[in-house]
């Protein structure tokens, strides 16, 4: 169950509290592409204590920095994404990083 509340937070925080001008600016503003990635780890770190994970700084640290750089990647164009459709395949790999971000969190704190 932890998986499937993680999934519906991560929709949530990356997709409706994300907004236009966060998508269109993260990859063009740090501060922004900071902002978006500190809304995210935050709802995923603060779900997973509500969960009873015991979450601590290296948690948060690897949620945040992890989808910080993937998003900045996506969002400028580099790297595998140049040869990516933004729609298909671009935004396949950005959720599947994401996914297992959430997937190493949960193995983190399980137990």
């Not at 740090?30 to 509500?50: E, M, R």
């Not at 690897?62 to 900045?72: E, G, N, S, T, W």
């Not at 959720?95 to 190493?104: A, D, E, M, P």
Request: proline share 2%.
């Amino acid at each position: 169950m932890a998986f499937l509340i993680l999934i519906f937070v991560h929709l949530l925080a990356d997709y409706p509290l994300q907004g236009d001008f966060i998508a269109n600016m993260k990859g063009k503003n740090i501060i922004i592409l900071f902002a978006h990635a500190g809304i995210w780890a935050g709802c995923i770190a603060i779900t997973g204590f509500f969960i009873g994970f015991d979450v601590g700084y290296i948690d948060i640290a690897l949620l945040f920095i992890v989808h910080a750089i993937a998003d900045y990647l996506k969002a400028a164009n580099k790297l595998w994404y140049k040869k990516l459709d933004p729609l298909k395949g671009g935004l396949l790999s950005d959720q599947l990083i994401h996914v297992g971000q959430i997937l190493l969190f949960i193995a983190m704190n399980a137990g």
